[in-house]
């Protein structure tokens, strides 16, 4: 049991930090900024050392993915004390986002099945959320949250249990049919859900004064607040992507795959193919409403209008460019989708594009299809699976 | 007389007559793809929609709206074409969910790069029937003279199709190339090309359809006109079923009726509702489709 | 086996740089800024901003208001700015909350008001709809950033109590149901009224107005906006054709101009042509023809509907008027081509409204301005030389803004006369007159000529 080609290891070492370097300066506007970057590399580089030592994980793979979850948790919440407030932001949406895109990744990569109405599923936990919050303003967070996962699961049963019969275009259309709906079951109960107007939380999530007053007196409260927001969102992503990997390694997630490559097959070794699919449907809308529910909690409101096919098409397509399938994949998705905008709108400042004009207006929709296409023809297991294959190939 | 053909439920027939053959066409058009080829094309509402903006581009110097629309189906023959030799080929024998996301991604490239250009405001196409329903009494009958012309064509759409593949040896080999394209080969067909074919007629089928939802006045052409059509489309073709051109019809225009129904007596948001429920419904009772025959599948 | 070992941690290792380093790119895009005593304020520039539907259902006729009032900030900033200050005018596209095909990965109101936050703004003015900004209203209010000069009409920018920075403009679509309602009234007493409102405040506010304005519509139907860009406005039909059922012979529209066009196309279909009465918001002549006529409609079915105006009529004698179309043609980067011929249309007029009213309230405030010292003023001061035909005037425990206006009639595709002249005025509650009232602003400013 070596614990990795030795004479590789420093080559690794070296070039990884050679890489944060150039990315610290070249990307990062201040020193501060610098040193978060300089120390999450650090530790991640640490934390993937430990873990590849003394066949930890051969021994004991949950407690080594547990020893994972906790380092690169800890990076990521050291980390957003030094982040200014948007890039907190939008790395509390990215996190909550690349919940929902695990549990399509499952679905997908796991199952074999396709869903265009994971949006809806969103929307089902965003709703959950903020409808209980508005009758019950005392429950505390996490039993709202799972409450959220709770609907989601069961909407995902009540639409899982047809789609057990069905194969991939039949199942993909009747979930596109869902996404499409969805708007119009809101406003078929508008007392509840406040129709396309949405809901607002009766009160903010804010942090508690202990963690407010480890900042002074000069830092504005947005910094504070959304710090504290994302650090929750970056913890209950943490706890979904320990139990999703805990979940694909498991019997279960190895009788899915089975049922993916072969399911007549599967169901010769006794693996209920209908229940295998329910399972697969269910965890994965319990997913995107988790995803759904921590967007509440970030914007502090819900909006309907936003769990449109649009969304289900963009969850899609970041699992696909991100890597179906693979739990890294769906991190690399959700920071996508956090950052891209930035990148495409910073893109069409410098091309000359107008940036009022259709072509700006459309590009985010173009790049998002282009990449999409081109993923699946030329490497269809996304960015993950592409940089997997890089490296076995280098190694050979 | 005139009370019975303005009454409710004779209106009713006829508006869900002149949305459900919309909804029939762009499902024979979903068919003929699926049949041929074996894959749900999710862009098949956006590619009919670059052939209409092409159609109207050639409009744009006054030819008329017949130019028009001959430009169109013939700028929807080649888009077919083109999409299937490019694109769609690569995709041939790959797992199911290949073909799904890559016309996923193409209907948002199509329709980005349709309003990057053409913007998001709809166009008109000026035609030749008026889109303002006859009246009878003081009361409309809810059909106008366009309402009618999109029904014919339809009708003339859905019988040519039916002639090809019935009683032409075109659509002998296209038959036999789909159930069986080892031995059609081997008879001598030539398969590469008629699947290329396949999607030429169903982009072709589904240019007419656009261009016929996009002369409605009421509509006019945007990048995303068949957007919601398509959703409705896709409902009729799953609920008759994705290979049988019959249950596609039968079911879209059924499908018309019963949903202008529940929008007069319930209300608009019943509408996808009760769509979605008769969808998720017919698939429990008969997962593929209400109108095809049961055949085993191959392990 | 230890082969997968490095695999993994090289992958896992490579995903987390990835990670990291698009943070800071993100990062770094939006953090430049100084910090200053007073946000957005420096020595030579107040920089302020809204979130508006650049693209979308509601961008036809929406997406000009923030631009025509970014074209008053560029007239005032060439003619040297106010108390010194230029004033830089940030716009962030929020797809009016609804994204669709025509406008993905356009990020949400909340994630773009967080953008103008960091940016810092000194305040977000004019930013447009009801739920979009009901949504961002304690995120604003928690960090001390005011909400001036919302575009709405929802009275849930009156609430001082809960939200002291948070301002109103529009006169309330609840006012001006109640001065419909008197009109309806006195003009039609014995109609058949019906009502189709959008499935928000829009709709109810408007709907209770007219009801205490005395008209209870026999049929009240409201339209789910989410419906209404899937089905691009077909889902509008099936109302209408209600109506005519229903022989309804006033139909009231509180709609959005996307809405209002496609039930005036539907009652068209259907040979249907009631007496129309639509909210100010929604019957914008040039915003409602225009697709209209792209489709190849030569008369305009709008031509006989009543609405109602708090700012004067294009065609009217105002000295406005002109000086509207001055600050439109002098600005060449939001409406190119604007020229003498140029219709000026009900949305350019809006934005223009506000925005003389916020650069009235800025000069007021004098050079030393902070947010506290602003809004001072802006509840102290009636501003009765900007566009409206009333005056603006705000107090500590009322934040609506404009409360009155006149009738008009859309006369033609590009053109609305006002009906009698009379100015009404009333207020939101349900029992307040609706008072006619005599011409109650005065001109413009020299300063600003």
């Known amino acids: 049991m070596k614990w990795i080609a030795v004479g590789r290891r420093p080559t690794i070492t070296a070039g990884l930090i050679v890489v944060a370097v150039m990315i610290t300066s070249l990307v990062a506007s201040s020193v501060r900024d610098g040193v978060a970057v300089g120390v999450a590399l650090a530790l991640a580089i640490a934390g993937g050392a430990t873990l590849t030592t003394a066949g930890l994980r051969e021994a004991h793979p949950v ?246 096919l649009a969304l289900s098409i963009t969850i899609l397509s970041l699992v696909v460019i991100g890597g179906i399938g693979t739990i890294s994949g769906a991190l690399i998705g959700g920071v996508i989708y956090a950052y891209s905008t930035n990148v495409i709108s910073w893109f069409t400042q410098h091309a000359g594009i107008n940036s009022q004009g259709n072509l700006a207006s459309q590009l985010p929709g173009i790049v998002f299809g282009g990449l999409l296409i081109l993923t699946m023809l030329f490497a269809p297991m996304g960015i993950a699976g592409a940089v997997r294959r890089l490296w076995a190939r280098r190694r050979d | 007389m005139d009370a019975f053909l303005t009454s409710r439920i004779i209106s009713d027939i006829l508006g869900g007559l002149t949305n459900g053959v919309i909804y029939g066409l762009v499902a024979l058009s979903l068919v003929l793809v699926w049949r041929s080829t074996g894959i749900l094309n999710f862009a098949q509402g956006a590619m009919p929609m670059i052939a209409t903006y092409l159609g109207m581009v050639v409009f744009a110097h006054r030819f008329g709206y017949w130019p028009l629309v001959a430009i169109a189906i013939v700028a929807g023959f080649s888009v077919g074409g083109v999409t299937e030799r490019v694109l769609v080929r690569h995709l041939y024998g790959k797992p199911e969910i290949n073909p799904i996301v890559v016309m996923v991604g193409f209907l948002i490239v199509l329709e980005g790069v349709a309003a990057a250009i053409w913007s998001t405001s709809p166009r008109g196409i000026p035609n030749p029937f008026s889109p303002i329903d006859w009246q009878l009494g003081g009361k409309p009958i809810a059909l106008s003279p366009f309402g009618v012309y999109e029904i014919v064509t339809a009708l003339v759409v859905m019988i040519s199709v039916a002639v090809l593949f019935r009683f032409t040896k075109l659509g002998l080999q296209l038959r036999a190339s789909a159930l069986a394209p080892e031995v059609s080969r081997l008879l001598g067909v030539r398969v590469s090309r008629m699947l290329t074919l396949g999607w030429v007629l169903s982009t072709g089928v589904g ?63 019943a509408i996808i509702i009760t769509a979605l429920v008769i969808l998720i419904l017919s698939l429990m009772v008969r997962p593929n489709g209400l109108f095809t025959k049961n055949t085993a599948r191959r392990v | 086996m230890s082969k997968t070992y490095a695999r993994r941690f090289v992958t896992t290792s490579a995903a987390l740089l990835l990670c990291t380093g698009l943070v800071m790119a993100g990062g770094s895009i939006v953090t430049a800024g100084a910090a200053t005593h007073t946000p957005g304020v420096t020595a030579k520039q107040i920089t302020i ?8 259902i509601a961008s036809p006729g929406y997406s000009e208001v923030a631009k025509a009032a970014d074209a008053v900030f560029m007239y005032v900033n060439s003619k040297g700015g106010v108390n010194g200050r230029k004033i ?55 960090n001390g950033v005011p909400q001036l000069f919302v575009n709405s009409g929802s009275r849930d920018w009156n609430n001082p109590t809960l939200y002291p920075g948070l301002f109103g403009w529009q006169t309330s679509y609840n006012e001006e149901s109640k001065i419909f309602a008197k009109y309806i009234s006195a003009t039609y007493p014995t109609a058949n009224v019906c009502f189709l409102g959008q499935g928000d405040d829009f709709g109810s506010d408007g709907l209770a107005g007219l009801v205490a304005g005395g008209v209870t519509p026999s049929d009240t139907q409201l339209y789910s906006v989410g419906a209404l860009v899937v089905t691009q406005g077909t889902s509008i039909a099936p109302y209408i054709a209600r109506f005519q059922t229903d022989k309804c012979t006033v139909v009231v529209l509180d709609t959005i101009p996307g809405a209002t066009d496609a039930a005036l196309g539907a009652a068209l279909q259907l040979g249907f042509s009631p007496h129309w009465v639509i909210s100010s918001v929604g019957s914008d002549p040039v915003t409602v023809f225009a697709p209209l006529a792209a489709k190849g409609l030569t008369a305009d079915p709008e031509v006989g509907a009543v609405s109602f105006s708090f700012l004067p ?137």
Not at chain 1, 154 to 159: A, C, I, S
Not at chain 3, 49 to 56: F, I, N, R, Y
């Open chain 3, 313 to 449: 009529t294009a065609g009217s004698s105002s000295a406005w008027i002109p000086w509207m179309r001055k600050v439109l043609t002098k600005d060449t980067s939001q409406f190119p081509g604007f020229s003498s011929t140029t219709t000026l249309d009900g949305n350019m007029e809006y934005g223009i409204g506000w925005g003389v009213a916020f650069v009235e309230a800025l000069k007021a405030s004098g050079k030393n301005i902070t947010r506290a010292s602003f809004l001072k003023v802006l509840t102290h001061t009636t501003f009765s030389q900007t566009p409206s035909l009333t005056p603006l005037r705000y107090t500590a425990t009322d934040h609506q803004g404009l409360n009155g206006g006149y009738l008009v009639t859309v006369t033609s595709a590009t053109s609305a006369k006002p009906i009698d002249g009379k100015i009404y005025t009333t207020d939101s509650s349900s029992t307040g007159p609706v008072i006619s009232a005599k011409k109650l602003s005065r001109g413009i400013p020299s300063w600003l000529k």
């Open chain 1, 63 to 308: 407690l080594a993915r547990a020893t994972l979850t906790v380092v690169v948790l800890d990076v990521a919440l050291f980390a957003t004390y030094f982040f200014s407030s948007v890039t907190n932001f939008n790395l509390a949406i990215g996190a909550a986002m690349s919940i929902t895109l695990l549990g399509l990744s499952f679905l997908t990569g796991a199952s074999g099945q396709i869903s265009l109405g994971n949006s809806a599923f969103m929307g089902v936990g965003a709703l959950a959320v903020a409808i209980w919050a508005n009758h019950h303003s005392s429950t505390p967070m996490v039993a709202t949250l799972l409450l959220a996962v709770a609907c989601g699961a069961f909407v995902g049963l009540l639409l899982g249990l047809p789609a057990t019969r069905l194969r991939g275009p039949y199942l993909a259309g009747m979930t596109l049919a869902f996404a499409v709906a969805f708007s119009a079951i809101v406003n078929s109960f508008t007392s509840w859900t406040g129709g396309d107007a949405g809901l607002q939380l009766p009160t903010a999530v804010t942090p508690p004064g202990w963690l407010s007053s480890l900042f002074n007196a000069q830092t504005p409260l947005l910094r504070v607040n959304t710090m504290w927001l994302a650090d929750i969102t970056i913890i209950v992503t943490g706890v979904a992507f320990f139990f999703m990997a805990n979940l694909f390694a498991s019997r279960i997630g190895r009788a899915m795959r089975l049922v993916r490559d072969n399911d007549v097959a599967a169901e010769l070794v006794g693996v209920s193919l209908s229940r295998a699919r329910v399972i697969a449907f269910m965890v994965s809308s319990a997913y995107a409403a988790l995803g759904g529910a921590l967007w509440t909690l970030i914007n502090n409101s819900v909006s309907p209008p936003t769990f449109s």
């Open chain 3, 88 to 142: 830089k005018y940030i716009l962030k596209d929020d797809c009016y909350g609804t994204p669709g095909f025509g406008c993905t990965g356009t990020p949400s109101t909340v994630t773009q008001t967080h953008a103008l936050l960091s940016a810092p703004v000194f305040a977000t003015v004019g930013s447009l709809g009801t739920p979009t900004q009901d949504s961002v209203r304690s995120l604003l209010k928690s």
């Open chain 2, 207 to 269: 240019t007419i359809c656009t261009v016929l939802v996009a002369s409605n006045f009421f509509t006019g052409l945007t990048p995303q006109v068949m957007d919601g059509i398509f959703a409705f489309g896709f409902i009729a073709a799953a609920v008759g079923g994705l290979d049988s051109p019959v249950g596609a019809i039968v079911a879209g225009v059924s499908i018309g009726i019963v949903l202008q129904f529940v929008g007069d007596f319930v209300n608009s948001n």
């Open chain 3, 49 to 56: 901003g809204a979130t508006v539907p650049l693209t979308g």
